[in-house]
């Protein structure tokens, strides 16, 4: 069954069965009051008759005085203490022939007659003889009776009038509900079969749950459209780059086969050529691991750590390996919650550049802000166009293939970069002017602000 008719069906059942009980009750207890208020206008009336036989004097005047009390649509009956019937003064023939006996325990009883229902109740007088004998007074309940017939067809007029708004509106309900769903199942089944990020179409309205999840999903498939563009564009970047150092390779290997045997020469340069990019190849794929590795949130540790010895710890090797200036400037520890193997990894990055790229100084500093900090790294190099500028995080970008050819680059390093930072909840921004020099900062949260 769709969810549309469950929602409908299972609403309007429900709402059906409470109005129906709610009437029921109501009918119910009408009929109790019924017979409560009958109860009470029967005992007022035995009350003053009571008082009016007592009077009496001789056995004989009762009759007219049960006459007088006789209710319309009644009857009275005087029995004796052996159940013998003394009296017998009815309204309607046949009435004082119910059973009227009243049970001890119970204010009334009721029996039929003739089609309707007999009311009696009972109570013990004195007989102008002296004795006690017992008073029945039975009344026919055919008002109340008309009055529960039409609280009867009142009560189902009233359900049948209110199913049609709990009809529509369950309807409506299910609609309401099952749209968004059914426009999910469309998109969802469009993107299976024709291999696309299909978006759920038509405007959506309203903050409630579902126009957030039309909204959520919306994202999702952008997101993942992007994501899908940007691995498609990696993988075939990727290939690319791996191209051309395989290329080199194959050629010089060539030409080791063809003329390696009778010239010394032609077997240095091809196996320098060949050893280079093949170191080339090596640092690529390593690079294109730490981007793999780097770019899912799982990766990162957060802990206390102090950027000022990471900074030192990531300067050193470079110092010791290149024998290049790097000045520290910084005032003590600064401690702030990330990930150090990260944070260190990307400060390595930053300062090889500024290695590749210049040959005077390297400048680094540490500044402690409220909430944040900031490392910056300068260096007084070649610096990158501003044309370059803005695509100087993407993937492969080199400013100048040649250039870059020459360092050993392979335009991974600030994408790394990049992507770590973004995992860290870090900013990189960076400033360059040609042949001037190159700064870049990275800005550190102290605290991680971690959505769960
Ligand atoms: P790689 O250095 O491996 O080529 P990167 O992604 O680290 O890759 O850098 C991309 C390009 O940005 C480099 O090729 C280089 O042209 C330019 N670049 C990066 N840092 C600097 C810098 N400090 N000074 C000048 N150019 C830089």
Known sequence: MKLKKKIHLFSTLLMFILLVLLNVLIYFLFGKMSHNTEYEQLLGRAKELTVAISKLETEADADLVLRAFVPANG?????????????????????GNVNNQVKSGDSYTIDRFDGTDA??????????????????????????????????????????????????????????????????????????????????????NGNDELAQMERTFNEMMVQLEQNYRKQEQFVSNASHELKTPLTVIESYSRLLARRGLENREVVDEALNAITSETGRMKEMIEQMLDLAKSSGFQAFEFEQVDLTYLLEAAVKPLRQAYGREIIIEADGPTIVETDGKFVKQLLFILLDNARKYSDREIFTAIEDRETEVEITVRDYGKGIPQSDLPHIFDRFYRVESDRSRKTGGTGLGLSIAKEIADGLGATLSIESVVDIGTVIRVLIPKKQQRSQ
């Open 119 to 204: 009311f009696s109740i009972s109570m013990p007088i004195i007989w102008p003889t002296g004795e006690v004998v017992t008073m029945n007074l039975t009344q026919l309940l055919t008002d109340v009776e008309e009055n529960m017939r039409v609280l009867r067809y009142v009560l189902i007029g009233v359900t049948v009038f209110a199913m049609i708004p709990i009809t529509l509106s369950s309807m409506t309900l299910g609609r309401i509900v099952t749209q968004p769903i059914e426009k999910l199942i469309t998109a969802m089944n469009k993107s299976r079969q024709s291999g696309t990020y299909e978006k759920m179409t038509g405007v959506v």
């Open 75 to 95: 009857a009275i009956s005087i029995v004796d203490s052996n159940d013998k019937p003394l009296k017998k003064i009815q309204s309607v023939a046949g009435l």
